[in-house]
């Protein structure tokens, strides 16, 4: 026998593995977490796990080991009554508690110490959503390990315009690629605020290398191909307790080591090479393989709410509500990107608008709203009541003339008669809220009382069980307590028949960063809301900074952004993007695109981004140099206005808009009329708007009484030009008819 033959053909044969981190070790969805770990939280009503578990099935993997800390009992539990403890289960799925863990890197030592995992493997978190099927990237990850002695790490990055919803607004990440090869040379992440607008970037990276990718539109998805030498190094560096600021950094700066990684760009990239099927290639340089594909993790509830908007939107297909992981409850899908289950009771006058699930058995009565939100089972939701950009776990009952904005509402919670839930709230499991009560933006309320410990400790105890008992009192066992019984509860927040308690954000926050990219004494206190679904970067209320001076003189300025509603935030956030494009001298399909990412981020029509644009444009024009200015402009931006203009009605549009802008923008009196012609015309000739359309405008104009009658007058001799050269097109269509013929009937 070869002996030689047979340990390739054992080689090729090893069975894959996974290990799931189920704990992040931060506080971010608290008190949602509060009886139940986080990946078995419903998203669009289905156990986040049970995403992970499916990506790893159809991946190829035999054995998962799901390592958890907290309620580690509950997670042992459901994996037993799942498919995955069936006996034709295609992946074997154990759950390992890791009670002393208070990092990833204990729980990855923990890993190492069980010697379980032996060969490479897939490191992700049990919050992971995706449809890829990884066996291509493990098979490039094995053939670039052959090649490169010292490659311990293949990361799975997802490529994001942008502003897009699902970049995580806490935190910047650049990162510095070879093209040739896929290498991640450098990763260089900080704080979104205080706002920095430099970055380093290591001499050797670009003296060392031919090429370098300056990638600033990648998110880390939290899955990772490893060899066991990642496990080992963890053992060996007790310093190693967070996946990207310790090991990640550790291994890129760190001469010593020797070792590299590796990235997989999702979504499209020059860095990735690869044939038209996805297949690993394998030439004389190092294997890659072009792969498009889905996949995100929930780090917070702001990309809890964004990854289930991408899902109801099917932009993970074929992972969508209809087609669940699991056997769990079927949707039948409608116009409108609208999933209801059968059991679904609409009441008449009832309003179910778009992008939303109702779970089984939920009920909407007359005269209530539903609106990209999504309903568990058995949801309730009363005569006159909102619900807008929510997400409603199982049982939950809300009153007559409620309103929800944008909030996460635990399993069996009440919302009594006119309660307003503003947006970012986290409302914990059998909560009660009302009557006649409004909860502030980015309020947290549980069904517990936490005890205000003061320190990081207090929030991670030894024990599962121990530290939940450690951070919260049972509000039943209180009751009983003479010195604590019932009024006790925050009753100006929760209203006078809630029960309930004020999440303290401080508290909280001392806990949060176990798993963050940055401690406690370097995180802005402003970073808070960034986390929580609902908030915008207004919420940050962040200056500017060159790394050397003090926030405090904008504090005002911070205050005045933070009170900006959403829509005068987006006009905030176009003119900014309009400003930087025309400051940094860029291109119009930079421009165009940086756009499209906008109206992406706040779901704006192609109406809307049509007036903003046209309106922050026209700003531009310097009045004192009209002409040149005006022709300047309009030659620069047209082809980016041009994309918002699909047909006739919308060349109407555009000059109304227009007309506008003339009539009612301050500081250009005794110019009004020539900027509208002159504007008019150079559409024109820019093919932006036709000869018809300003021909029509301007007959429907002089019958509206609120147009600008002295516009509409100077536009009366472009529009007669426009009118007779159309006539005398006409004659000379005659003209030619005629001379065909005659010459027809001479020649006959």
Request: with cysteine; charged share 30%.
């Amino acid at each position: 026998m070869d002996t030689g033959s047979g340990s390739t053909k054992v080689e090729e044969k090893e069975e894959l593995k996974a290990v799931v981190l189920a704990d992040t070790f931060d506080e971010l969805f608290q008190p949602m977490t509060q009886n139940r770990p986080r990946s078995l939280l419903p998203l669009c009503n289905v156990p986040m796990i049970e995403y992970t578990l499916e990506m790893l099935a159809l991946s190829g993997v035999v054995e998962a080991f799901i390592m958890c800390k907290a309620h580690a009992d509950k997670l042992t539990a459901y994996i037993k009554q799942s498919q995955w403890a069936r006996g034709h289960a295609q992946m074997k799925v154990f759950v390992r508690s890791v009670r002393h863990a208070t990092t990833i890197g204990d729980a990855l030592r923990a890993v190492d110490e069980s010697s379980a995992i032996m060969t490479d493997f897939v490191l992700c978190t049990g919050i992971v959503v995706s449809n890829m099927n990884l066996s291509k990237i493990v098979a490039a990850h094995v053939a670039n390990k052959k090649r490169d002695s010292n490659h311990i790490m293949t990361m799975l990055l997802q490529e994001t315009t942008p502003g897009h919803r699902r970049q995580v607004k806490s935190d910047e990440s650049v990162y510095f690629i070879d093209p040739s090869s896929s290498r991640l040379l450098a990763l260089n992440s900080h704080a979104t605020v205080p706002r920095v607008r430099t970055t380093v970037i290591p001499p050797e990276v670009i003296t060392a290398h031919a090429e370098v990718e300056v990638r600033a539109d990648l998110t880390d998805t939290c899955v990772a191909i490893c060899t066991p030498d990642v496990l080992a190094l963890f053992t060996e560096n007790f310093d190693y307790h967070i996946m990207r600021r310790d090991f990640i950094h550790g291994i890129l700066e760190s001469d010593i080591l020797g070792k590299t990684i590796y990235a997989h760009v999702l979504g499209g990239s020059n860095s990735i090479a690869g044939d038209s099927d996805g297949d690993a290639m394998a030439g004389e340089g190092l294997a890659f393989v072009s792969h498009s594909g889905y996949a995100a993790c929930v780090t917070d509830t702001s990309a809890y709410d964004a990854i289930s908007r991408d899902l109801i939107g099917r932009w993970a297909y074929p992972l969508c509500p209809d087609n669940n992981p699991g056997s769990y409850e079927a949707y039948s899908y409608s116009r409108g990107a609208v999933y209801k289950a059968s059991s679904v009771r609409l009441d008449r006058e009832s309003r179910v608008e778009h992008h939303v699930i109702l779970g089984a058995s939920a009920r909407v009565a007359s005269q209530a709203t539903i609106a990209d939100s999504v309903l568990g089972a058995r949801c309730s939701i009363g005569e006159h009541s909102s619900i807008r950009g929510s997400h409603l776990f199982g049982d939950v009952r809300v009153g007559r003339n409620a309103s929800v904005e944008s909030s996460v509402l635990g399993e069996r919670v009440t919302i009594l008669d006119n309660v307003i839930i503003e947006r970012g709230c986290l409302i914990g499991d059998d909560v009660t809220v009302g009557p006649n009560v409004r909860v502030p933006a980015f309020t947290r309320i549980a069904r517990r009382r936490m005890r205000k410990m003061g320190s990081p400790e207090s929030m991670h105890d030894d024990s599962d069980d121990d530290e939940e008992e450690s951070v919260w009192a049972d509000a039943e066992r209180t009751e009983s307590d003479p010195m604590d019984g019932l009024d006790q509860f925050d009753r100006q927040a929760v209203g006078a028949e809630g029960v309930g308690y004020v999440w303290d954000n401080a508290v909280a926050d001392a806990g949060s960063d176990a798993d963050s990219d940055y401690s406690d004494d370097d995180t802005d206190q402003r970073l808070r809301h960034l986390h929580t679904l609902g908030s915008t970067m207004a919420d940050a209320a962040y200056p500017e900074s060159d790394g050397d001076g003090s926030a405090d003189e904008d504090d005002d300025d911070a205050d005045e952004l933070a009170h900006l509603s959403p829509q005068e935030e987006f006009e905030r956030e176009l003119y900014l993007t309009i400003k930087r494009a025309c400051d940094d001298n860029l291109s119009a399909s930079k421009a165009s695109l940086e756009l499209k990412s906008l109206r992406m981020s706040y779901n704006k029509e192609q109406d809307e981004m049509r007036v903003g644009v046209v309106q922050e444009v026209l700003r531009i024009i310097d009045i004192d140099a009209l002409a040149d200015s005006a022709s300047r402009t309009l030659r620069r931006w047209g082809p980016v206005i041009a994309e918002y203009i699909a047909d006739g009605r919308d060349q109407l549009d555009l000059v109304d808009i227009v007309e506008r802008h003339c009539a009612e923008e301050h500081g250009l009196d005794g110019v009004r009329a020539k900027l509208f012609v002159r504007l008019v015309y150079l559409m024109y000739q820019l093919d932006i708007v036709e000869d018809v359309a300003v021909v029509a405008w301007h007959n429907r104009a002089l019958k509206k009484a609120d147009v600008d009658q002295e516009l509409v007058r100077a536009l009366e001799p472009f529009v007669d030009g426009l009118n007779e050269s159309d006539d005398s097109d006409d004659e000379s269509d005659d003209g030619s008819d005629d001379g065909t013929e005659d010459g027809s009937d001479e020649s006959e």
